[in-house]
């Protein structure tokens, strides 16, 4: 049996301490294999968006453990644990987090600078995500001045740049009209089924969610067996 | 990120925010703008004195005179010996000086270290006179190894055999010159009494004319051919029997280290004799300068420390407002050492810039008033530059104030590096 890409074993989240104290997940055990697609589904406030920030290695878990490709993510030096962010993960936020003052093509390259990739290579990998994006001719735009899909689109770009195994979605079309929700959606399935790279989304929306591999609902902090929201 | 990628970003950062920057590059602007213009003072006024200085003599020889033995309260009058000779002081009524004979130039000359000893002599010149004009008085010194600063002309030539001269600028418009220029090589008459009292004369050039100086006596410079003339004319008619004597002698010795130097006194002393460099003299004069410039320095750092609480705070403003997009570089995988590299890197950078406006402004500016005072109220003092900036001081000033820049940059900096990415990233 293959070894899965992210387990995670008992994993807990509690934020704040004494009566504000919230416990954003409670004990949860999850695998995930190479090239699969999976959207973590849940309301707002059920730990979904915290447990997919502990499977990026963004955050550090209360207790349990997260595992990469077998290894104990608490044994990775601060250089491994930051080469695997910026090599192995990619992660598409739902605020997007540009840098409007900026240029797109700017904003697509900063994890090739951060990488220390020199400036024309990092320039021909822009433009070639860009390119597969069909964002090339935006390139020298400000990233403030697009539109909501053109931003979506930016950002998977930027998540892409780097060649990840794992792509990190949140609320990917949470923010767009349905249309442009439509393309986004297809780009991210098309890198799923074509380029090998293993998708994990959150999303409370379940037309989104039913178009996925494998489905995890999660309420109050715990996985939970079946759509129960859904069926009910 | 590569140490130039991170130079780049942070010079381009600091620029994100022009108000604030410009800011906070006026407040360090007002600290290395007056920590310039104080080390200006002070490298102006020591090359000043250093010049005036080496104008009255040379560094590397001593005065000597016999210690006074006699001067202790209630000790009474000196035992006398046949073989001292006393001159009459010219100090407090019955004070006395012990003269120098022949015997103890030769007893200095023995003391290692020592290359040369040449007698103080007086020359009792009485007046100067160019082309039958009218006369004036004048006193004459002999240039033991002093280097003046010249108007117009030469400085003396010891080994010529001709006789020549330096005068004070104060001479020249008195004896009928029109400049400075036109006095250079003009011979003059001197008149100088000899034993008798006849009045002799002694022709000699004049190769120079010195600038009126903080420190000069108003003499003149003699060289060595001009000074045995002198001597010579002065003891026309002295008894045969009468053995030379000196009140000083000036005893050279080689460049030698501050130890050296004062090994060579005490072993003099130990002799009966008292030795002072012209350090000895001017130095006190150099300290209070000195400690004056001190004060002037304090107070710009204290301007700096201020400076350096407002990039402390424009910094941490800039952490505040880009908590988010580090969060995002971090969730990148950039480290800790590259953020805090980062935001050093941009205090630096605001420092040096600072600095540079600040110590532009100070050395344009002070240029500027410096030449004004040089020819303006400060015209008396001749080659006086109040303010002077060498490179070396002003490279100290620059590295300084960037120094306390990056030191003012590295809590907001570790601030910045210290965060956990989602944390960053949820922050509003």
Known sequence: MPVPILSTRDLTKTYGRGPDRFDALRGVSLEIDRGDSVAIVGKSGSGKSTLMHLLALLDTPGGGSVHVEGTDARSLSGRRLNALRNQMFGFVFQQFFLNHATTVLDNVVLPLKIAGMGARERRARGMAVLEQLELADKARNKAGNLSGGQKQRVVIARALANNPRVLFADEPTGNLDSATGRIVEDILFDLNQNHGITLITVTHDHDLAARFNRRVYIRDGQLITTDEEHAA | ?428
């Open chain 2, 1 to 428: 990120m590569k140490p130039l990628e991170t130079l780049k970003t942070a010079i381009t950062n600091s620029f994100r925010s022009k108000l604030r920057t410009t800011l906070t590059v006026l407040a360090i602007f007002v600290g290395a703008f007056t920590l310039t213009i104080t080390n200006g003072l002070g490298t102006g006024i020591s090359n000043y004195i250093d010049s005036q200085v080496a104008a009255v003599g040379a560094s590397n020889a001593f005065t000597v005179t016999r210690a006074d033995t006699g001067s202790g309260l209630g000790s009474g009058p000196q035992k006398y010996d046949p073989n001292t000779r006393v001159l009459a002081g010219g100090g407090r009524p019955g004070s006395t000086q012990v003269a120098l004979t022949q015997a103890d130039l030769d007893k200095i000359g023995a003391v290692p270290g020592i290359t040369g000893v040449s007698p103080v002599t007086r020359l009792n010149t009485a007046y100067i006179q160019w082309n039958n004009q009218d006369k004036y008085q004048l006193s004459v010194s002999v240039l033991a190894g002093a280097q003046p600063q010249l108007d117009a002309g030469q400085n003396l030539d010891d080994g010529s055999p001709a006789p020549q001269i330096i005068l004070p600028s104060s001479y020249v418009a008195p004896l009928g010159f029109s400049d400075s220029a036109q006095a250079v090589g003009q011979d003059v008459t001197i008149g100088i009494p000899d034993a008798t009292g006849t009045m002799r004369t002694v022709t000699a050039r004049i190769n120079g004319i010195e600038q009126s100086a903080l420190l000069s006596s108003g003499g003149a410079f003699i060289n060595k051919a001009l000074s045995t003339a002198l001597t010579q004319a002065q003891a026309t008619g002295t008894p045969a029997t009468s053995a030379p004597v000196y009140t000083a002698a000036t005893a050279t010795f080689a460049p030698s280290s501050e130890s050296q130097i004062s090994g060579m006194k005490s072993q003099l002393s130990g002799a009966g004799y008292t030795a002072q460099t012209l350090d000895d003299r001017i130095g006190t004069v150099k300290t209070v300068i000195n400690g004056i410039i001190g004060v002037l320095d304090a107070f710009a750092v204290i301007a700096l420390v201020a400076a350096g609480f407002g990039i402390v705070n424009t910094l941490l403003m800039s952490v505040q407002e880009r908590t988010r997009e580090i969060g995002l570089m971090k969730a990148m995988g950039m480290g800790s050492g590259s953020v805090f590299a980062l935001f050093s890197a941009e205090a630096a950078f605001i420092g040096l810039l600072g600095s540079l406006i600040g110590s532009g402004a100070a050395i344009a500016l002070g240029t500027v008033v410096s030449h004004a005072l040089a020819r303006g109220p400060l015209s008396d003092l001749a080659g006086l530059q109040i303010l002077s900036f060498a490179p070396g001081p002003v490279a100290v000033v620059i590295v300084l104030v960037m120094a306390i820049a990056f030191i003012a940059g590295t809590l907001p900096a570790w601030r910045a590096a210290r965060q956990n990415p989602i944390d960053s990233l949820r922050y509003e």
